[in-house]
DNA sequence: TTTTTTCTCGTCACTCTGACGATAATCGAT
DNA sequence: ATCGATTATCGTCAGAGTGACGAGAAAAAA
C-alpha cells in the first residue's frame, strides 16, 4: 500500500475575557516561516501522543497552567495543500477557554506571547480563519452549555458571568434578566452562601459552576449569524 | 526541524433515514487489517488534495453521488497512537446526511456496502465512536438548523419532515405542532405550490427547503443528553 | 447624611409551546 | 354514490419563558 506521509501539528485557539473584552493568546513566529508575525500557539504532534494529549501539552507549554477551570475541546482540522509551505501539513485545531489569569505567557520557541483583542489580525498560515472560527465556536457554544463558567474563576458574580457573555457576544444584556436566567436555569450556577467585599455597590453573592452540561433552556443570542 | 510523519485518512459517517429509521452506510472491509469486519467507508488522503476534497471524492465513489439535497461537514479527527495496527495514521472523519436514495452503494476497495440501522455494531478501528459521534453531530445540528431537509428529497411534505426528526431523535412528535413550527420558523421551508397524489389521506403540500441556515427559535428535542 | 453604585426581587405584557379538538380532502370498500 | 378510514391542516387554550422596566436593598464614596 502507497500513500503520502504527512506532518500533522495542533494549534490552540486560547480565549480569555479581560476587561470586558474577548482576547486571544498570540505568539510572535521566531522560526521560518512566517518569521516574525502574529500567529496560534501549536507545534507538532509526537510520534507516539495522541492529539489531545498534544493540545494540552502546547497549553501548558504556552500559558503554564491547564488548570481546572478551563475547557479544552477539538476545533477541526486544516489541511490545505498549501496551507504550509514546508510541505503537507494538516493541523488539528483545538479550543481553550481560561479565565483572566495573571498569566506570565513566556513561550519556548516564540520569540513573544501575549493576550490580544480580538479583530483584525493577519496571521500568519491560514491562522485568520481558524480564530475566526474558534471564535464562532465559542459564541455558539455559550448559547446552549455552561461554558461562560470556563472563563471564570471557581468563585464568581452573577455579573461577572453576564459580563462574559457581553464580551464574547458583543451585546449587551440586562442585569435583572440575566440575573433571574443564570440563577434559575437548573445546574448552571450553585449559591456559595459567600459574598464580595470591598467592592463599590452592594455585595454580590458568589457562585460556581453547576453540574449540568446543557443548559435546557438555552440562552440565546439576538443576533446567532453575526 | 524533525517531526514525525503521519499517514492521513477521511472517514465517512453517511446517514440516511429508510422507512422511519436512521441507517448509516458501512462497508466490510477488503484488505487488512480487520478484514471483513464492517467499518466506515474511506480512505487516504491524496498527496496534493484538500481534506474536504478528499470526503467528498469518498463520497463519490462510495455512494456513487454528491449530489445537491446533501449536506457534507467535517465531524472531527481521531488519531490516538494505536488507533490503526499500520503505523500513525490520523483520520478526519467527516459527517453526510442524505435523502434516501435508491443507492446501488457499489464499492472499490470494499467487498460489501450496505445501509445499515444504527444501532451496536462492532466496526472496525475507532469506528464505533466515530459513528456515535456523527449521530449525536446529527441529533443536535437538528435542533438549530434546517439540516433535517438535506434527509429530504427537493420536494417534501412536512409529514416526511417531521418523520426524520422522529427517526433521528427516536422521539415521537404531534404531527399538528410540527406543522405549525416547520411553516412559521422563517426561512425553513418554502410552499412549492404543488401537494401530493395517490398517497392515502388527504393531500400534503410540498415543499422545499428554505433559506435559512439557522433555526430561530430552535426546535429542541425533550431530552438533548440521550 | 446623602449620593452613587450595584445587586436582587417583582410585575406585566407578549410570545412560544404542548396538549388536544375540529374540520378538510383524499382513498378504498361497500 | 356513500361511508369509513386516513392523513393534512387549522384553532383553541393554559402554562412556561422572555424582554422591558420599576423598585427596594446594601454597600462605598462624597
Known amino acids: 500500500m502507497n500513500y503520502p506521509v504527512f506532518a500533522v ?9 479581560r476587561d470586558g473584552e474577548l482576547h486571544a493568546l498570540l505568539v510572535r513566529r521566531g522560526l521560518e516561516p512566517h518569521l516574525g508575525r502574529w500567529a496560534l500557539p501549536g507545534g507538532f504532534v509526537h510520534a507516539d501522543e495522541d492529539l489531545t494529549a498534544a493540545a494540552r501539552r502546547e497549553l501548558g507549554e504556552e500559558t503554564g497552567l491547564d ?58 498560515f491560514d491562522h485568520d480563519r481558524i480564530l475566526a ?32 457573555y457581553e464580551a464574547v457576544w458583543g451585546e449587551q444584556i440586562d442585569p435583572r434578566n440575566f440575573h433571574r436566567k443564570a440563577t434559575t436555569t ?31 433552556p438555552p440562552i440565546l443570542r439576538r443576533n446567532p449569524g453575526g
Open 9 to 17: 501539528t495542533v494549534d490552540l485557539v486560547v480565549l480569555t475575557v
Open 186 to 216: 437548573p445546574g448552571f450556577v450553585e449559591p456559595t452562601g459567600r459574598s464580595t467585599e470591598g467592592e463599590p455597590g452592594r455585595p454580590a453573592r458568589l457562585y460556581r459552576r453547576g453540574e449540568a452540561t446543557l443548559l435546557n
Open 133 to 164: 472560527d474558534g471564535i464562532e465556536r465559542a459564541r455558539s457554544k455559550l448559547e446552549y452549555t455552561p461554558l461562560a463558567t470556563a472563563f471564570c474563576p471557581p468563585e464568581f458574580t452573577i455579573a461577572a458571568l453576564r459580563q462574559v
Open 67 to 124: 488548570g481546572p477551570g478551563g475547557h479544552l475541546e477539538q476545533l477541526g482540522s486544516y489541511g490545505a495543500p498549501d496551507r504550509d509551505p514546508r510541505g503537507r501539513v494538516v493541523t488539528v485545531a483545538y479550543l481553550a477557554l481560561l479565565p483572566d489569569l495573571p498569566t506570565p505567557t513566556a513561550g519556548t520557541d516564540a520569540a513573544e506571547a501575549a493576550w490580544l483583542p480580538v479583530g483584525r489580525h493577519g496571521l500568519a
